[in-house]
C-alpha cells in the first residue's frame, strides 16, 4: 500500500489569500512521521520545557522585548536584564517616551547596541500608528523597521496565540534534521519555513513553537544532540548525528 504523505504547501484557503494560485510544496512528509513528530514533541514539551518569564505573559510588548533580546543572547543572561528593562519601561509608551542614550545604557551589558534603538524605533512607531498597540496582522508586523518575519511570527504566536510559524537557528536545525537530513539548511529556508507552517498541530501553535526552540537548545542541540535519548530517533532522517571532525 503506498504511504500516505502531506506536503508542506499551505492550504489552499491560506494560501488564495496571497496568491491566486496555491504554493508549490518544497519538501514532503510522511503522515506518520508529521504525526508522531507533534506528539512526540508536545509530550516532551509538557516534561521538559523551560519555565520562563515571558511565558507568564502575554503581553504583545514583553513578548516583542524578551524576542529581541535573545537574539543573539543566552537565556540565563537575558533574564535578570528582562525584568531590569520592563521594570524601567513597562510599556511601548514608556518606551518611546525615553531618551535612546538611556536605552541602550539600560541595554548595558547585552552587546549588539542596534538591537535597543531598533526596540525603541518600534515603541515610537507602535504608539504614532497605533496608540500603543501592536497590530497582530502578519503584513504590519512586518512594516515595521526591525521586525523580520521570525519576530513577526513569535509576536502572533506567543502574543496572539495564532498559528503562526518561526523559523530560528534552533527551529531550523531540528526540521532540517529531522525532516531532510541533507544539504545546507541555510540554502533551505524557504522549505523549511512552509515544514514550519505545515507542522503546528491546529490550535496549538503557542506551545509547539515553544516546544521546538527548548527541544532544539536543550536534545537536538548544534555540535553535541542527545541522539539515542531522543523521542525522534525512531524517524529522524539524521540519526545517529554523526560531528563533523
Ligand atoms: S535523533 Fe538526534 S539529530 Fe535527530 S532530532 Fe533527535 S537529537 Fe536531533
Redo the contacts with the bound molecule.
Sequence with gaps: MPRRTVTTATSPTRAKSRSSRPLKPLVTIEAGAKRRFQMRLLKWYRHYGRDLPWRKTSDPYRILVSEVMLQQTQVDRVIPKYHEFLERYPSFHHLAQAPSDDVKKTWYPLGYNIRPLRLHSIACETVARYGGTLPKESEELLSFKGIGRYTAGAIRSFAFNEDAPILDTNVMR?LH??FMGTGDPKAQKNALWQLSEALIPKGKGYDFNQALMDFGSM??NARD???LL?P??TF?K????EPKR
Excluded at 539524521?238 to 548525528?241: E, H, N, V
Design positions: 531540528v534534521r529531522v536534545v537536538c544532540p542527545y541522539c531522543c525522534m530517533k529522524c539524521t540519526y545517529p548525528f
